[in-house]
């Protein structure tokens, strides 16, 4: 090395550019041999974010499912970063005071002031009668592409990413984001608007959790995709609205098996209802994994819709969906089938069931229209007369129910609170169809039974003429309503009115927002003579 090269350069190291002077200096020292090293370019810490998301929705809609194109955080210095690369679809009725994991992303350690989110498609559904005929009618309001002005995510506070890991909930406030006229219009499409509103909030992941709020899973469905024994692990694909997601959950040795004897019983093509906790890379480690139809080739999940009293024949909405008879695609509206050489069944998730003081029942009997259920079935036959497509299983699954309470009273180790429903939430809506094998006594009220077992994660007081939502098992108990509460959260407007801007709104939807108007409606009446 050339020693008064060597001063000279250093005295102008002013006047040079960092990378031209290290570039300089490497080349003289590999020239003669120093052991002088460049200096390292200093890297930003990241962490590991899980996004999961969730819904928050009172009983107004039957469904409300978007595409995810874009989710983007910035800091506070203006810095943008973006967590989503390409499109994630999913629906969040079903989801309604849970969560399910989306995607992990590591991003710069930084507190961000602010958010934003690109929908692509985004649609949501409402059930109600016709009011000419009593006939059951099922509407979908629906965006080929959500506008971006439309698009809104709220923080409630700047959110600091900072540690090894973290969670971010993206919840959909699902009474905010779709309004529109009526349910059934009369004569042509009326005005709607789709204006998708989140909140983002930081949560821990807890390798043991007890609830959503700190990653529990609850009642998740699946179809095993892939399966490693030697991990005791499994790949499932999400239903079809969920965007063929997969998911990879991992079964710990405590984890409590329904309907199987153990790991060794799942296979690929097996459905699955599973809870457990999201852990710090997106995947799940189950606590409980429930097969409630081994043989099935086809389930579905989402509210009963009419039950037959001429026929064993029911129709449902099918909010999830998945298996052979819907490929990729999925059915919109209500679907027939028959039930008469089904098996009843009651979901497993709740494990104080038989404590209840009253004997909870579900049977051919006692199901009604608003009730939660699975159905499987290993038939391939569709026909749109009875006999319909025959079921294997029925089975009552856990749901959300929003309501005031009214009254307050005490059965052994249960506080039982007396709920009053919205006008539109599907039990009041559909008693009143004709051809139905039961009649409710009070439709529109609901007795939630709460005990030790129950989750409270609402703020706002177990106090009459408050609104709060209610999770759990909902039985017919000859013709009254009784809820098995698992979890308890804070309640939405039962009956929330649009807002003049939001009127404005729906008038510039028609005008300025390519209005799409309304998917043909579908009209189900079950009320044929048996064949």
């Given at each position: 090395?050339?020693?008064?090269?060597?001063?000279?350069?250093?005295?102008?190291?002013?006047?040079?550019?960092?990378?031209?002077?290290?570039?300089?200096?490497?080349?003289?020292?590999?020239?003669?041999?120093?052991?002088?090293?460049?200096?390292?370019?200093?890297?930003?810490?990241?962490?590991?974010?899980?996004?999961?998301?969730?819904?928050?929705?009172?009983?107004?809609?039957?469904?409300?499912?978007?595409?995810?194109?874009?989710?983007?955080?910035?800091?506070?210095?203006?810095?943008?970063?973006?967590?989503?690369?390409?499109?994630?679809?999913?629906?969040?009725?079903?989801?309604?005071?849970?969560?399910?994991?989306?995607?992990?992303?590591?991003?710069?350690?930084?507190?961000?002031?602010?958010?934003?989110?690109?929908?692509?498609?985004?649609?949501?559904?409402?059930?109600?009668?016709?009011?000419?005929?009593?006939?059951?009618?099922?509407?979908?309001?629906?965006?080929?592409?959500?506008?971006?002005?439309?698009?809104?995510?709220?923080?409630?506070?700047?959110?600091?990413?900072?540690?090894?890991?973290?969670?971010?909930?993206?919840?959909?406030?699902?009474?905010?984001?779709?309004?529109?006229?009526?349910?059934?219009?009369?004569?042509?499409?009326?005005?709607?608007?789709?204006?998708?509103t989140f909140n983002l909030t930081p949560i821990a992941l807890l390798a043991q959790a007890t609830s959503p709020a700190n990653g529990k899973v609850i009642g998740?469905?699946?179809?095993?995709?892939?399966?490693?024994?030697?991990?005791?692990?499994?790949?499932?694909?999400?239903?079809?609205?969920?965007?063929?997601?997969?998911?990879?959950?991992?079964?710990?040795?405590?984890?409590?098996?329904?309907?199987?004897?153990?790991?060794?019983?799942?296979?690929?093509?097996?459905?699955?209802?599973?809870?457990?906790?999201?852990?710090?890379?997106?995947?799940?480690?189950?606590?409980?994994?429930?097969?409630?139809?081994?043989?099935?080739?086809?389930?579905?999940?989402?509210?009963?819709?009419?039950?037959s009293n001429v026929e064993p024949g029911l129709v449902i909405f099918g909010r999830q969906e998945q298996g052979a008879l819907y490929g990729t695609t999925g059915?919109?509206?209500?679907?027939?089938?028959?039930?008469?050489?089904?098996?009843?069944?009651?979901?497993?998730?709740?494990?104080?069931?038989?404590?209840?003081?009253?004997?909870?029942?579900?049977?051919?009997?006692?199901?009604?229209?608003?009730?939660?259920?699975?159905?499987?079935?290993?038939?391939?036959?569709?026909?749109?007369?009875?006999?319909?497509?025959?079921?294997?299983?029925?089975?009552?699954?856990?749901?959300?129910?929003?309501?005031?309470?009214?009254?307050?009273?005490?059965?052994?180790?249960?506080?039982?609170?007396?709920?009053?429903?919205?006008?539109?939430?599907?039990?009041?809506?559909?008693?009143?169809?004709?051809?139905?094998?039961?009649?409710?006594?009070?439709?529109?009220?609901?007795?939630?039974?709460?005990?030790?077992?129950?989750?409270?994660?609402n703020t706002q007081q177990l106090a009459v003429g408050n609104t709060l939502r209610f999770y759990g098992l909902v039985f017919n108990d000859n013709g009254t309503?009784?809820?098995?509460?698992?979890?308890?959260?804070?309640?939405?407007?039962?009956?929330?009115?649009?807002?003049?801007?939001?009127?404005?709104?729906?008038?510039?939807?028609?005008?300025?927002?390519?209005?799409?108007?309304?998917?043909?409606?579908?009209?189900?009446?079950?009320?044929?003579?048996?064949?």
């Amino acid at each position: 090395m050339n020693p008064s090269w060597y001063s000279y350069d250093m005295r102008r190291i002013h006047l040079l550019t960092q990378a031209t002077f290290l570039a300089m200096v490497a080349t003289a020292m590999a020239g003669c041999g120093s052991a002088f090293q460049p200096v390292p370019t200093v890297q930003a810490a990241t962490t590991m974010v899980t996004v999961v998301v969730s819904g928050t929705a009172n009983d107004q809609l039957t469904e409300f499912a978007l595409s995810l194109e874009g989710i983007t955080l910035t800091s506070q210095s203006g810095k943008t970063v973006n967590l989503l690369a390409g499109s994630q679809a999913t629906e969040f009725i079903h989801i309604n005071s849970g969560i399910e994991p989306l995607f992990t992303v590591s991003i710069p350690q930084d507190v961000y002031t602010s958010a934003a989110a690109t929908v692509g498609g985004a649609s949501f559904w409402c059930t109600t009668l016709i009011p000419a005929t009593g006939g059951l009618d099922t509407s979908i309001f629906s965006y080929g592409q959500t506008p971006t002005a439309n698009v809104t995510v709220q923080l409630a506070s700047p959110v600091k990413v900072s540690g090894a890991s973290m969670g971010l909930n993206l919840s959909l406030a699902v009474a905010q984001s779709a309004t529109y006229a009526q349910c059934a219009p009369q004569g042509g499409s009326d005005p709607y608007a789709i204006t998708p509103t989140f909140n983002l909030t930081p949560i821990a992941l807890l390798a043991q959790a007890t609830s959503p709020a700190n990653g529990k899973v609850i009642g998740l469905n699946g179809q095993i995709s892939a399966v490693a024994a030697g991990t005791k692990s499994f790949v499932v694909t999400l239903p079809i609205n969920e965007n063929a997601r997969v998911l990879s959950v991992s079964a710990a040795a405590s984890v409590e098996y329904q309907g199987i004897n153990g790991f060794a019983d799942l296979a690929v093509g097996t459905f699955v209802n599973v809870d457990g906790a999201v852990q710090v890379d997106g995947s799940l480690a189950a606590t409980r994994i429930s097969v409630e139809d081994p043989a099935a080739t086809t389930v579905l999940e989402g509210p009963l819709l009419f039950v037959s009293n001429v026929e064993p024949g029911l129709v449902i909405f099918g909010r999830q969906e998945q298996g052979a008879l819907y490929g990729t695609t999925g059915e919109c509206c209500g679907l027939n089938f028959s039930f008469g050489s089904a098996l009843f069944q009651i979901s497993g998730q709740l494990a104080n069931v038989k404590n209840l003081p009253f004997l909870p029942s579900f049977t051919a009997a006692t199901m009604v229209a608003g009730q939660n259920v699975s159905l499987a079935t290993a038939s391939q036959m569709r026909n749109g007369s009875f006999p319909y497509t025959p079921l294997s299983t029925v089975t009552l699954k856990p749901q959300v129910i929003n309501g005031t309470i009214s009254g307050t009273s005490s059965d052994g180790a249960f506080t039982i609170y007396t709920v009053e429903l919205a006008d539109y939430d599907l039990f009041g809506v559909l008693a009143t169809q004709p051809g139905q094998t039961t009649v409710l006594n009070s439709p529109g009220e609901v007795r939630v039974y709460v005990d030790n077992d129950t989750v409270e994660l609402n703020t706002q007081q177990l106090a009459v003429g408050n609104t709060l939502r209610f999770y759990g098992l909902v039985f017919n108990d000859n013709g009254t309503l009784r809820m098995d509460c698992a979890q308890i959260n804070d309640g939405v407007a039962i009956n929330p009115v649009a807002s003049a801007a939001a009127q404005s709104h729906l008038e510039q939807g028609q005008a300025k927002i390519v209005f799409a108007g309304k998917i043909p409606k579908q009209t189900f009446e079950i009320v044929s003579p048996k064949l």
